[in-house]
């Protein structure tokens, strides 16, 4: 199995990575937006430039509902780049 994590920064998505192969199961948001966020929240970790600290979390992945909201946009978006 596979995982997504969701990089974001101020609320917006940076950037999307895949891990490992296989339909994913399992989603990793990684929040870089810790401002008045409780210390038992943050996980610390390291880069290259320095210590760093995020909030993550986890969710599980789950098939897109047929006819619902976002299966809408998402085939509206695609109709228009189809174009």
């Known amino acids: 199995m596979s995982t997504i994590i969701i990089q974001m920064q101020g609320g917006l998505v940076q950037d ?5 192969k296989g339909a994913p199961n399992l989603v990793y948001v990684v929040d870089e937006d810790v401002e008045d966020i409780d210390d038992e929240c943050l ?13 993550i979390h986890t969710d599980s992945v789950k098939p897109l509902p047929l006819n619902c909201d976002m299966d809408k ?3 509206a ?7």
């Open 43 to 55: 996980t610390r970790y390291e880069t290259e430039s320095g210590s760093h600290e995020a909030v």
């Open 77 to 83: 978006f695609e109709s228009k780049e189809s174009k």
């Open 73 to 75: 946009a998402v085939k």
């Open 16 to 20: 999307v990575f895949v891990s490992g």
